[in-house]
Nanobody, 124 residues
Framework: HVQLVESGGGSVQAGGSLRLSCAAS????????MAWVRQAPGKEREGVAG????????YYADSVKGRFTISLDNAKTTMYLHMNSLKPEDTAMYYC??????????????????WGQGTQVTVS
């Protein structure tokens, strides 16, 4: 059984930086794809970034390319989202998600088998 726990959210001024963490437990087979998904009030859920555990391939939404970086620790138990040059439109609840996937779908933002509880990011 896979469990995901996010941390690191908070409030920051525009142009600032934050780092989110997602501590994962359980089968790496079941969670070969790990991703960050966000949802702002009144908006649809949006896939932000995804990473494959086996080869560290990364994928990003166009809205965050060049500003956000997704990464894993060597043990593949903690995933990070380094967020730079934050904008007010980045304000959202950020969720860690995991699934078994292939190809370029890791960051697609929906239908993941496992989800964390979310951490709030507010940019003003």
């Amino acid at each position: 059984h896979v469990q995901l726990v996010e941390s690191g959210g908070g409030s920051v001024q525009a142009g600032g930086s934050l780092r989110l963490s997602c501590a994962a437990s359980g089968s790496t087979y079941s969670r070969n794809c790990m991703a960050w998904v966000r949802q702002a009030p009144g908006k649809e859920r949006e896939g932000v970034a995804g990473i494959y555990l086996d080869d560290a391939r990364t994928y990003y939404a166009d809205s965050v390319k060049g500003r956000f970086t997704i990464s894993l620790d060597n043990a593949k138990t903690t995933m990070y989202l380094h967020m730079n040059s934050l904008k007010p439109e980045d304000t959202a609840m950020y969720y860690c998600a995991a699934d078994r996937r292939y190809g370029s779908t890791c960051h697609f933002g929906y239908a993941y088998a496992y989800w964390g509880q979310g951490t709030q990011v507010t940019v003003s």
